[in-house]
Each structure stands twice: as structure tokens, then as C-alpha cells.
């Protein structure tokens, strides 16, 4: 069926390009510019739009390039851009097969905003979520040692989370506060206890040194996951599969005794569900699902079309035979806070 609705405004228009072109991971910065010609106009002068609308003059402002010209005009004149309509008959369901399992998670434990790495502000990444039907959304943004993502000092994590009670106090879905944690060389996490403290759900990963030995490696991770703020150990091999980021082999630790810390600690193991991670390996799935691990599907998402990828983790888990009752994303939003806090 095809969708020919018109977009509500050009920056809806705009948006929803983006979307679909981050949901196909097809090209990172015509989304970006996409989305911020959305944001340009959305923060533009009443009284400058108009002129802009009348004399059709889009592409003398900064930042809008003609691609977006194309897209503004059309949805002025209530057409669906071609550009719209383009990106909306490529779409394809992402997965055949996950959907039972893919229909019982309520949330998602990992996504990025534009504080970090992310591509999108806060607010939108929340409305996504609420229209893919999410019950609630964590933020987890980098944590200070990721420089290159951003990633957040003690004051903008607590800044972000002042912003996240007043999205809230509007929002329909619950908005928790969470972090992806750097678990530094020592197996310590990359951010203080206090601050740690003050958050729903705490995902650390290993995002430097991915090559050491087997040893160290090992020592490192069951230090974060015995750390009692830590909830979800995050894309555990760090391996990449596909994509523009090139090909890098899993990280080599002791995955039976990193597991097993899991279980006891009662932290549960990501399956990340980007498709250029597709992180862990089955094999190590099987593993930690034969120890009684407990485990969490993530997005990890960067943008908001990226938020349905919890499709692609479904499928695996689900064909792996994963008990939807150890998925802690199938549980009740108030039963995950108690695991998380507990
Ligand atoms: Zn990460
Ligand atoms: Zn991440």
C-alpha cells in the first residue's frame, strides 16, 4: 500500500525524510542536513517564513540546500514531495520473522540524543518512541571519557536530566534517565558514583582498547558488571559486521566468566540490535542464555528511525529461543525500575 498522505508542514515533510533515510542507515548526512533545515524553519521568524513562502526564496538561507528547497515547495503547496514519496516506497519491513516477541517489549534501554553522538534532540527521540508505541524510553547518552561522541560531564548529565522531568510532565511515555558508561581500562565506570546513582538505568560498555589481551579484557569487564550500578553490559564483543565504519573483529575475553558475573550480578546482557553490530555473535547468545543470563534488546539508536532496529534484535532473539520473561523489556516499566534501582 502505498502512503500518500501529505506531510503537515515542510519541516514534517523534512522530518520524515530523515527518518526513513536513518531507518535504512543509507546516508548519515542527508538525513542531518535534512533535519536541520527542519529545525532552521521551525525556528524561523514568523515574518521571515512568510516572505520566504511568498517569494519563494528558500534557497537564499543558510543552511538550506536544494534538495530541501524541493521538499519545502512541495509540501507548501500540499504536495507529497517526490523526495517524501521516493523514501517512502523504498521503505521495507525491516524483519520477517520476531514479531510475537518484538510485540511484547514495552521500551527500549539505549539510544543516543544529540547531547552525545545522537543526531536528534531529546524531544524527538521521545516522540518516535511514543509512535512506535513504546511504554518508555531510557536516554543514554556517552559518558565524559568519549570525547569524540561528546560525551556528557557530571553537570550536563544532571542538566539533561532536569530537561528529561520537564519532557515528563508533557510526554505520555515515561522519559527514564540513564547513561551509556565507558568502563575504563581498571573495569571502573567512566562517571561518579553519585552521579551514576541518580539514574534509572545504567548500560556501560567497552568502547576503548577493544584489541587488548584476553586476560586484561576479561578482569575489565567483570569489574563493571560487578559494579552495583551497572544494569546492562552494552555490545559486549564490540565487533562490527557491515557498514560504513569499516569491519572490526570481536574483542577477546573469557566469555563464560564475564557471563556467569552477569547472572550473579544481575546484569543483563545487551543484544544490540544496529545491523552493523549485531552484537553478541549467536554463539555467544547461546552461551549466556545456557548460563541463565538475563538479557536486554537495545537499539542503540543515533536518530530516530533508528529506534524500529529493535526489529532486527527480536528476530535473533526470538529465533535463538530467548525466554521473553528473561528480556527485561518485556517487563512493566515499574518491575525494570525495581531490577535497575534494586
Ligand atoms: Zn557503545
Ligand atoms: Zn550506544
Known sequence: MVDDRVPASPSAALREISYWLDRSLSDSRRSMAFRTTARILDE???????????????????????????????????????YLAKVRAAAKPLTMTGHELRAQLRGDLHCHTEESDGSAPLEEMVATAQLLGHEYIVITDHSPRLTVAHGLTAERLAAQGVRIDEVNEVSPIRVLKGIEVDILDTGALDQSPAALAALDVVVASVHSKLSQDAESMTHRMVGAVANPRTNVLGHCTGRLVRGGRGLRTESRFDAEVVFEACRQFDVAVEINSRPERRDPPSRLIELARSIGCLFSIDTDAHAPGQLEFLDYGCERAQSMGIPPERIVNTWPVDRLLEWSKG
Open 44 to 82: 524561523m521568524d514568523p515574518e521571515e517564513y512568510a516572505r520566504h513562502r511568498e517569494s519563494g526564496s528558500w534557497s537564499e538561507v543558510p543552511g538550506i540546500g536544494p534538495s530541501s528547497t524541493a521538499v519545502i515547495e512541495a509540501a507548501l503547496a500540499g504536495r507529497v514531495p517526490d
